[in-house]
């Protein structure tokens, strides 16, 4: 079964780093716009960083990731990254992975193809 799994979730405290994957299996991802969600305690569910397919080659990140995350793709290991530091405890959520075909969207993504069951993140000291 197709599918896109995300791992690297955990708890960590104010100003450290961490390193989320998001894995697909029965695909390529290579193709696919890769967007990561977050969806925090009663808050709406944010896109906070997106890459678009090989072809395209870029990077998106919504104002509070901005600086401090970094989505990064290994074709090689048909997975792609999101590396946050100087986290925050209003970082806490579950993060999601969605992957899409489609041009010309990234962050707006209206919809996905493939769409993870999540990692938690919690930060807290």
């Known amino acids: 079964q197709s599918q896109v799994v995300e791992s690297g979730g955990g708890l960590v405290q104010p100003g450290e780093s961490l390193k989320v994957s998001c894995t697909a299996n029965?695909?390529?991802?290579?193709?696919?716009?890769i967007v990561w969600y977050r969806e925090g305690p009663g808050k709406v569910r944010e896109a906070v960083a997106c890459?678009?397919?090989?072809?395209?080659?870029?990077?998106y990140y919504s104002d509070s990731a901005w600086g401090r995350f970094t989505i990064s793709r290994d074709s090689a290991k048909n997975t792609v990254y999101l590396q946050m530091s100087s986290l925050k405890p209003e970082d806490t959520g579950t993060y999601h992975c969605?992957?899409?075909?489609?041009?010309?969207?990234?962050?707006?993504?209206?919809?996905?193809?493939?769409w993870g069951q999540g990692t938690q993140v919690t930060v807290s000291s």
């Open positions: 969605g992957a899409v075909i489609l041009a010309g969207y990234c962050l707006t993504a209206p919809y996905f193809d493939y």
């Open positions: 029965g695909f390529n991802l290579d193709s696919y716009v």
């Open positions: 890459i678009g397919s090989v072809l395209e080659n870029t990077t």
